[in-house]
Each structure stands twice: as C-alpha cells, then as structure tokens.
C-alpha cells in the first residue's frame, strides 16, 4: 500500500512538471504582442523597448519558465497588465466559487446517479427502469447554458426563490452562498448526472450477471442484498475512473456555468484573461486546473488499491 | 428429501427442461449426468431458486414436504444456505474477489444462525479445518486471488455447508480444476456427505465421477429424465439408448499391460450434436442422433419402471433386465 501510494505520488509530480512546461509553451506560442495591446499601435520604438524590458518578455523562454515556476511556489505572480490586481491573490479569491460548484455537483450528481443507475439497472426490462434511461438521454442533450438560462427564467425571474447570480463568499454569510450556488450547481450537474447515471447502470448490470453474485444468493442473499453488500463494492472500480473523467467536465461546465451565473470564479477570470492577452494568468489558471486533475487522479489511484485488494498485490509485487 | 414432479422451464417460449419425475432420497447422492447443453446445470439451479429472472419456472418441488417453487425470493433466501447449500463449478468466479475469505464462509452464518463475534470466528475455523485448508486461522484474512483453484473451490465448500445443510447440490464441482485436485475434492464431498449426513445432488458430464460418487443417477438429455435408478444398473445394465451411447463415448482406463491398444482404440462418438433450444425433434427427444430409432420414436415414450426404481423412456431398449 504505502509503495503504491508513492508510486502514485511519484507520478503525480512528473506528470505536473511535465504539463507545466507544455502549458508554459502553449501558452506563450498562443502569438499576439502583449505591449501593443498595453500601449496601442501608435506607440514608439523607444517606449515599446522600454515596456518589453519592463515585462522582461524579450528573456529566453527557459529563463521565463524558471521564473514563473518560482513565482506559482512563492505565491508571487506579479500584478496585471491590465487590471493591475495580484495575480496569485485574484486566483486564490476566485478559487472559492469555482470550488464550490464544482465540488458541489460531485456531491449531488454523483449519490443521485448512483441511486438512480442502480435503481434502473435492477429494473432494467421494467417500465420502471426505462423512465431513467429517457431522463438520463436527455440530460446528456442538454446543455449546460441553455440549462442555465431555463433555470434562471424560472426560478430567479419567474418565481423570484433564488439570486439571477452574482456570488457571496462563505466568509460573509454561508445561507446566502448556498442560495447563491443552487442553480449554477444544478445547472452544471444535469449532464453529469445523467452520464454516470449511464455508467452506473451498466456497471451494476455486469455485476449482477458475475457468478459470485450467484453464489452470495445461494449462500441466502436476496437479489436485492446481493447487490447491495456485493454487487456495489465491485461496480464501484470501473465508476471511480469514471467519476474522475467527469471532474473535468464539471470543470469545463464550470467556465460556462461561471459566465451564465456571473459568478467571479476561475472560468470567468480564464475568460478575461485571455481577452486582454494576460499570459502570465491564463497559464498559471491552466497550471491550477492542471493540478485540481493531477490530485484528483492521484487520489483516485490509491481507492483502486483500497477498493480492490488485487490491484494492492499487484502493486506490492512489482 | 427431494421429490421433483413436473418441473418445467422456459426461457422466452422455449421448454427448455421438463423433469417428470425424479427423486432424491434422504441422505443418498444422486448424480446429474448429461451432454454439454443437456439442462442438467440448469435443472440444479431451477432446484435451488437460482435461475434468472427471465427463466420461467412451474411444477413442484418437494423437499422435506414444502414446494420450493411456491416461494418468493425473501422466502427462498431463507432457505437457501441454511438447509441447501450449493457448490458451484468455477470456484475463481464464484467467490467475490473483493471480500476476505473468512467473510464469505461466514455469510451464511451471519444470515442463518445466532452466532456472534469470536463464535463465527472460531465456526470458520473449523469448517476451514473441515474442508482440510492448511492454516485456516491466517486463511481467513486472505482473497480469494491468493489461493489455488483447489483451495477456492474448498473454500466454497466450506461456504455452502457452513450452516450445515441437510442438502448440497455441487454443480460441475471439479470441472475445472486439476485432476490430481479432482480426485481429493471428491473424497471431501463423499467423506462430508456421509459424517453430516448430507443429501448431495452431484452434477456431472462425467459417468466415472458419478459412479465414484453417487449411489443413484439420473441421465438428462434435451431437458428430459432419458434413464435413471442405481449407479450400478444404470451404467452396467443401460436400457435407454441414449445411456449406452454415452457410455460408448468413454474411453475408460487403460490397462496396465497395454497402453498401446488403449491409445489406439477408436473412440465411439455420438453423430451430430446437442440441438439448439427449441430445435430438438417430437417424440424421443434423441431420435435424431439414435442409431436404433424406429417410426415409434416419433410418439413419446412412456417411461418404464424396473427393479430397484430403475426407470427409463425408450422405445427400443437395450439390453434386458
């Protein structure tokens, strides 16, 4: 366990060195003159120079790299070119609603998905069942905006329950974000929802086919006790890599979601920055993000071993 | 013990078993035997309440008085594990890979018996020692990855009779594994079967394993009892013809002396195959591949009934009685 952990561990620092050096020559091949943006076309030769030394954009990209790098671990980014804010400061304060939505469409898509794939996969040849299956094409249609938009019509214009959007930090008084974050987290964790709905199903029907659920019968389990103290633990490994992946859409939905509900988080500020060509923000934002899946993959890595005591032997062996 | 009548099963229109009647009396082990495809697997778990949902089931199945059949899934729970136990044939598939050994052998403990605590405990180590598994007391922490395909399916033994049984039923127990194993799962069944007093329902596609274990047998073909009574009638004194065929197919042992004619025998072969569900002809159901078949084989044969229950339905039997 403990050398498969630091396996994992291992990894997970190559890959983000590796990602933040590709992030890092992305971004900087992305083209467009930042100081002509800054100081406008009619702008001197002296003056331009004087900007591109000031920026220290004219450094080789190693030493650029190098610096930022020691910019993300000391917490100092330099300020805005536009907006002249912290950056390392903006993305900690943005950090908050984005975590909040995201990580709140992973608590409800992900217990409702598993209640309702379950429920549809136990009942799959019944009426019963086929009703989930319809609810959960459709919400893979729909899309995430247009979610959105509908939910605000109703339930911010039409019946006036919740905010439009906008945003109130935990700090200020914690009713008000959740009310605040009800619709974007609704709106964000439809698709999810209806994708692992999908995935938990046909997980749970394999399992429920395997001999040992049988055998667990034969021994006086019911179907239904079957599948709970011996079908869910087993469908529970080919979920967890799918619940994953879906951190990633539910960050990408975040960006969307950030602009349908103004809500000041980090798919917002992705948004600006890259309008007003601030490449030191828009890669240090994919370097977070970066990480946010590192971590999250990371910690997937070690409930395999945890979950299936056959991929811990494998582990120890090697 | 076990009084089957009329049990029928059909999987989307098809009858796929129709057992008239068989018997299995207390403490006796009767033997399953048939061709790949001959519904003999499936008549042990329509048996046991074990098909799936889309199998329809009908007809009675007595055992110790009450109709199996007639009960639902929570009733047939509790009886399942407590007084029938079941062996299946792929040990490797049939334990759950994810839960230690020790929690699958005390499932039907916890659910049947007031056992508590430290007296599972020490019940699995007992019937770890029982099954004759090395080490049982450091067994019980282990997956089922970790042990032999030997040490699974006695493990799953242990498992079935752990809430002691008045009935097993081992479906292929040893088909898959090796034979030396074979041989020594085997003795474990008989041995178990005859200090518990255990009825055992034995499925096989093997007669010699039959004969090594069981007393009484039955010969299943197309979902139909062909022929049954005792081991020693049925395999020496075969009437139906779908008996002696079978028996024909098996090379047997060779001879000390004379391994080079047992290695160049021809072997008889049953012409053609198992038909498909629902493909099998009217009448005798194996009319079709019988090399005695006559224009009688086309109306069913009424079973005949012997010395000793030695049954059989077949229009052109062979041998004498």
Known sequence: MIRHTLRSLATLLFAALVGSIVVFVLVNMLGGDIVTVLLGKEAGPGDVQFMRDELGIDRPLVVQYLDW????????????????????????????????????????SIPLALLLGTYSATNAKKVRGGVIDVFSQVGVAIPAF?????????????????????????????????????????????????????????????????????????????????????????????LVTVAALQFGQLIAGAVVVENVFVLPGIGRLIVTATLGREVVVVQSLALVIMLFILVLNFLVDIAYGFLDPRIRDKAESQ | MLEIRDLRVHIDGHEIIHIDELDLPPGARLGLVGESGSGKTMTAKAIAGLLPAEAKVSGTVRFDGNDLLALNDAQFARIRGK????????????????????????????????????????????????????????????YPHQLSGGQQQRVMIAAAIAADPELLIADEPTTALDVTVQAEIL???????????????????????????????????????????SVDDVIDRPRHRYTSALLAANPGMPKDDDFAAFMGQRLHTIPGSVPAVGRFPSGCRFRNRCGHASAACASIPSPVTGADGHRYSCWNPGGED
């Open chain 2, 187 to 229: 003795r474990l069944l008989i041995s178990l079967s005859e200090e518990r007093q255990m009825s055992v329902l034995f499925v096989s596609h093997d007669l010699g394993v039959i004969r090594y274990v069981c007393d009484r047998v039955a010969v299943i073909y197309g979902g139909h009892v062909a022929e049954t009574g």
């Open chain 1, 69 to 108: 790098l020691r910019g993300v671990a000391t917490g100092d980014l330099g300020t805005s070119y536009g907006m002249g804010y912290d950056i390392f400061d903006e993305i900690v304060r943005r950090l908050e609603p984005t975590l909040m939505i995201t990580l709140g469409g992973l608590l409800v």
């Open chain 2, 83 to 142: 007084r029938i136990g079941f062996v299946f044939q792929d040990p490797a598939r049939s334990l759950n890979p994810m839960m230690r050994i020790g929690r699958q052998v005390s499932e039907a403990i916890r659910l049947h018996t007031d056992l508590k605590g430290r007296a599972i405990t020490d019940k699995v180590v007992e019937l770890l020692t029982q099954v004759q598994l090395p080490d049982p007391a450091s067994l019980v922490r282990r």
């Open chain 1, 146 to 238: 247009w979610a959105g938009l509908l939910l605000v019509l109703v339930f911010a214009v039409r019946l006036g329950w919740l905010p439009t959007g906008g945003y109130v930090p935990l700090s200020e008084d914690p009713i008000e974000t959740l009310r605040s974050i009800i619709l974007p987290v609704m709106a964000l964790s439809l698709g999810v929802t209806a994708v692992f709905t999908r995935y938990v199903r046909t997980a749970m029907i394999d399992v429920m086919n395997e001999d040992f659920m049988r055998a667990a019968m034969a021994r006086g389990r019911t179907r239904r006790g079957a599948a709970l103290f011996h079908g869910v633990r087993n469908a529970s490994i080919p």
